[in-house]
């Protein structure tokens, strides 16, 4: 009878080495997969704002057909006229009318004779401030008197204790022996009086120039932007800067150019003129447009067009589309090197680095996963 052959079967464990492989293969795999697909970075960038201005000139016109909102010609009124008037202030400056002033001083005589001064003596301080002897006085032989003496101006700088005092209506010799010295600080006793300012004067005309300015455009047209430039023609005053009086008259005549427009289409105008100054990698974020501040350049009032001026500003940010930005530049970086890099641009104050999962230190491969965010 032939022999039976036996079959021989692999060891069970071969099978449990080649299952728990190929699971630590897949989980591998997985990973990968994981790590591919669903890390991201999320850098949020802060940017350093820098300010950016231009001057611009636009040109008002009365004629529509000459209207060109793109070139900067817009339509308005524009005025010429000549204005005159009176008005009547109240005074408002204010100065010191001194009734008395009291000071002392000791006079020396280092002389062998007494030495008479009379009355009005001149004593000049060092700073050429100068008073006068109240009274006649007789400085005895080589001693000293006390006596008053009153300012030559008295809206000079009173003396103080110590101040030494020349005489100079005595020969150049006599004045090495006979001086004089402040006994202590003066005084100056007086009232305050109503009297016309040159500072009042300025601020009224200034003030009546733009009353009497104003009366050129009409009170409906309250919408509409008005510039104006003035000229005093003539003025007259009722008096005089430093007259004490309760009140004064101006009398102006002035020459008034102006111009009367829609704000909005110069302001369109102004923002796209600034505009066309950012950077392409840059963006405009703020404007200063509504608060526009315009001066008349000039003006041919024959042809019936006034040109103006002003100044428009803007802050710039840097824009995520700056190459700056680029995702490519930033793959397999770390964070500490993502910052070294981004914070070295002037445009860029700091930057904040994330990850998902959090676990990620590196930044992923593929550019669609690195978000990059401008924190406005």
């Known amino acids: 009878m032939p022999r039976r052959k036996s079959s021989i079967n692999p060891p069970l464990n071969i099978y449990k080495k080649i299952a728990i492989s190929f699971i630590i293969l897949t989980l591998i795999l997985i990973a990968v997969i994981f790590y591919f697909t669903l890390s991201y970075a999320y850098i949020t960038v802060y940017p350093k704002a820098q300010e950016i201005q231009t001057d611009f000139n636009f040109v008002i016109v009365e004629d529509p057909e000459l209207v060109d909102a793109k070139e900067g010609i817009f339509l308005g009124q524009i005025v010429n006229e000549t204005l005159t008037g009176?008005?009547?202030f109240e005074t408002t400056g204010t100065k010191q009318v001194f009734e008395d002033v009291v000071g002392q001083v000791r006079i020396y005589n280092d002389l062998s004779r007494d030495q008479v001064l009379v009355a009005t003596t001149r004593l000049l301080t060092p700073e050429d401030v100068l008073f006068r002897l109240q009274n006649r006085v007789n400085v005895?032989?080589?001693g000293s008197i006390v006596t008053e003496v009153y300012p030559d101006d008295p809206n000079q700088p009173l003396a103080t204790a110590d101040?030494?005092?020349?005489?100079?209506?005595?020969?150049?010799?006599?004045q090495e022996f006979v001086y004089a010295e402040a006994e202590n600080d003066f005084v100056a006793e007086g009232v305050t009086v109503k009297a016309i300012s040159?500072?009042?004067?300025?601020q009224a005309i200034e003030d009546f120039t733009g009353e009497l300015s104003r009366q050129i455009f009409k009170e409906e047209n309250v919408d509409k932007t008005k510039i104006l430039t003035k000229e005093i023609v003539e003025q007259e005053l009722s008096n005089q800067v430093g007259e004490e009086i309760d009140e004064y008259t101006i009398n102006l005549t002035l020459r008034v150019v102006g111009v009367m427009f829609d704000e909005q289409p110069v302001q369109n105008f102004a923002q796209k003129t600034l505009e066309s100054l950012v950077p392409l990698d840059k963006d405009l974020?703020?404007?200063?447009?509504?608060?526009?501040i315009y001066e008349i350049e000039k003006y041919d009032l024959e042809n019936q067009l006034v040109q103006v001026s002003s100044t428009i500003k803007g802050v710039t940010i840097i824009s995520e589309d700056s190459e700056i930005l680029a995702s490519d530049k930033l793959i397999k970086l770390k964070p500490a090197e993502i910052r070294a890099y981004l914070e070295n641009f002037e445009g860029i104050e700091s930057v904040d680095i994330g990850f998902f999962p959090s676990w990620i230190k590196k930044v992923p491969y593929f550019q669609d996963h690195i978000i990059i965010k401008i924190a406005q």
């Not at 040159?198 to 300025?202: A, L, P, S, V």
């Open 86 to 88: 009176e008005k009547t």
């Open 140 to 142: 005895p032989a080589g």
């Open 163 to 174: 101040t030494e005092f020349a005489i100079p209506g005595l020969s150049q010799t006599l």
């Open 198 to 202: 040159q500072e009042e004067i300025d």
């Open 285 to 292: 974020v703020v404007t200063n447009k509504d608060s526009l």
